[in-house]
């Protein structure tokens, strides 16, 4: 592979930067799109499409090269011309000549085709050559980035498409994070409009400093009775006067969604009473929306760290030191599995997560938890017998956050997957009883890739012989056992087994054989096994 000219690798650098520090989408817009023509020789249109979910259609959002009045009018269905393909896919797609483009192009709808060819000034729409790029952030495409060639005698090659790929990875994440912070805004915006509107059907009863505690105030006068906020696991979230809450549960919703309780002690409520109750309601509702609403942005802000120090970071490190003081109090990382979200917000509750930050990754809750909290943890854990708890080591300093973070991960996922022989009584487990996970982590993932494929390659598309082989490796080599796992006669594992060292043409006696397959099926993903 042809490496990028240090130029190229600089502006890519610079560019990712800029898009890393973009809250609206705008500006991101115009990074991508002013970087797309500089950067790739001969682009003279450029565009980006975002993915609308409710319409299921792809829609541009800003470009270089066109008239937006008229491109803004079409809309692509996923798998619609070399955009829609490109969505589909998950790929990026090179068009290198005008005959690939207008096969691309074939499934192009009349409308779609003539807003683009009025968009383009060119009624032939002659595109030489073109690219389609994704944006894609973890399993989820958000749009896809356009760059076409019309007037130059330059076909785009896989160089070209390899920087359009590195400015869509980096411009994927922006387009996310612009999204997101937009439509926080948008909500915050709508609740305090929404809370303004409370405010005058309430009247006086209301205070302009409006909050739970104020609410329950108000409402405790009127009634002259307690009153207490409980959130949907019933524990309290603010109250007004002590007393025994006994008397009134009301259920506070916004649609069809519970969001808590309104607990009001003392004896049945009077008509006016009631009337206080039903305009405190929807103000009480509100304000769990904004708290889940900033409850949101905190574990968006708190996950889009880990995902960064995941990375490598420089920077995610420091802005943990920062904000945990990671370099002065000693510190954990941690993955949590099998708890539900309720279960883990009891776990919240108990930390306060005020040295906590933590993502959902790998269907696992990965957190940084401070030392001391090491109790409440365990705590829980003994109240949760369904969850797995994989503890990594006390450290200090932001040097090993990075490493703490993969290693407890990659314990997790061996021990979901089962390809490692943990007892099933096993509750939590600690990394350092696992020392070769740390040391799995530190080969590099293409390393792992060529392993698993020479060791492994005759049977990798073959899941019953994969299955086998992990079932009589956590057996000890024994076929009865392995048997039991697998529901099936001695016999049949026996045949399995034989007929695996043929194919893989080695001794499955030889325990230098054993080692090496035993290696690359901890290394071999699930899903991985046809695209190895």
């Known amino acids: 592979m042809t490496p990028l000219p240090v130029h190229v690798l600089e502006q890519l650098l610079a560019l990712a930067r800029r898009l890393t520090s973009r809250r609206d989408l705008d500006s991101v817009l115009e990074d991508l799109l002013d970087g797309s023509l500089k950067l790739i020789p001969g682009s003279d249109f450029a565009c980006v499409f975002l993915y609308n979910v409710e319409e299921n259609v792809l829609f541009p959002v800003g470009g270089v090269g066109f008239e937006m009045a008229h491109m803004q009018h079409v ?149 002259h009775r307690p009153v207490a906020v409980l959130d949907v696991d019933r524990e309290v979230v603010a109250e007004h006067q002590s007393g025994a809450l006994v008397g009134k549960l009301v259920p506070i919703r916004t649609g069809q969604t519970l969001l808590g309780y309104l607990a009001i002690g003392g004896e049945r409520l009077s008509r006016t009473e009631l009337n206080a109750v039903e305009q405190a309601a929807p103000l009480i509702a509100l304000e769990f929306m904004k708290r889940e609403a900033v409850e949101r942005e905190q574990n968006r802000v708190r996950a889009d760290l880990i995902y960064r120090i995941l990375d490598n970071d420089r920077s995610a490190l420091q802005d943990a030191d920062r904000a945990f003081h990671l370099s002065t109090e000693p510190w954990m990382a941690l993955a949590i599995g099998g708890a539900s979200d309720s279960d883990f917000r009891l776990l919240g509750k108990a930390l306060l997560f005020d040295r906590v930050f933590a993502a959902h990754i790998e269907c696992a809750r990965l957190l940084v938890v401070g030392f001391s909290q090491r109790t409440p943890v365990m705590k829980w854990a003994v109240s949760h017998p369904d969850a797995v708890l994989i503890w990594g080591e006390e450290r200090q300093g932001i040097e090993h956050l990075g490493d703490e973070l993969r290693s407890v991960l990659a314990l997790w996922k061996l021990v979901s997957r089962g390809s490692l022989p943990v007892s099933e009584a096993a509750h939590y487990l600690h990394l350092r009883d696992f020392p070769e996970v740390s040391w799995l982590e530190t080969v590099p993932e293409h390393l792992r890739r060529r392993f698993v494929r020479q060791v492994m390659g005759p049977v990798l598309d073959d899941a019953q012989s994969v299955d086998t082989l992990k079932a009589w490796l956590l057996s000890n080599r024994s076929h009865r056992e392995a048997a039991e796992v697998l529901h099936t006669h001695p016999n049949t594992v026996r045949y399995r087994i034989g007929r695996m060292s043929e194919q893989l043409q080695r001794d499955l006696d030889d325990d230098h054989v054993i080692v090496m397959l035993w290696l690359a099926l901890l290394w071999l993903e699930p899903k991985a096994a046809s695209e190895l």
Do not use: C
């Open 75 to 223: 809309r692509l269905k996923p798998g619609e011309s070399m955009t829609g393909q490109a969505f589909v896919q998950k790929r990026p797609l090179l068009l290198p000549a005008p005959q690939a483009v207008r096969e691309a192009q074939s499934n192009l709808s009349p409308e779609n085709d003539r807003w683009v060819r009025l968009a383009v000034h060119r009624p032939t729409n002659p595109v030489r050559s073109s690219m389609a790029v994704p944006l894609i952030v973890g399993d989820r495409t958000v749009g896809v980035l356009v760059i076409d060639n019309y007037d130059t005698d330059r076909d785009f090659n896989m160089v070209d498409l390899r920087i359009a790929s590195a400015m869509a990875d980096h411009a994927a994440i922006a387009v996310a994070n612009a999204q997101d912070y937009h439509l926080a805004n948008a909500l915050s915006h709508e609740l305090q409009q929404t809370l303004n509107v409370q405010h005058q059907l309430v009247g006086s009863i209301m205070s302009p400093a409006s909050s739970f505690s104020e609410i329950l105030r108000t409402l405790a006068d009127v009634i």
